[in-house]
């Protein structure tokens, strides 16, 4: 019998569509994906217990990529796995000095210095606000670990 279902081929065909729907999926997410998509989705991890809004992250991530064009292939490859990113992410899995744990410090190190976060005292409960891209190098000297 030829046209007969049998275990074998539901499993088989099942498996083929998995693969099918799971490779449209991942490219239509590559096709859309931008270098931004990726920043947000650590900070949004990383930074879940503060009160931040989105358009922050968002503004943020552009100007974080204004710095560093150099990365910016990268870092659109990596935001094909945003969302992914934005729920778990690898850095407690990985060793010290891995290169992802070091993208990640840096990019939550940075947004925290450019937002009001240690001028406040560090504190959780209030909302936090943007002040402006922290670069050393272009940004006069604020007085982060003093509270107001």
Known sequence: ???????????????LGFLAASGAALFR????ATETDIIVAILRNRLRPLKIEVEIFKQFSVEYIETRKEYADRLRFLG?????????????????????????????STF?????????????????????FYDPYRRPCVQFFTSN
């Open 80 to 108: 094909t796995f945003a969302e992914l990113f934005s729920v778990i992410t690898p850095y407690q899995l990985l060793p010290k000095g891995h290169p992802w744990r070091r993208m990640e410090n840096n990019i939550v």
């Open 1 to 15: 019998m030829a046209g007969k279902l049998t275990r074998r081929n539901l499993l088989l065909f099942s498996g």
């Open 112 to 132: 925290l210095l450019s937002t009001d976060f240690f001028q406040n005292g560090a504190r959780t409960d209030i909302p936090v606000k943007y002040l402006g």
């Open 29 to 32: 997410s590559w096709a859309t």
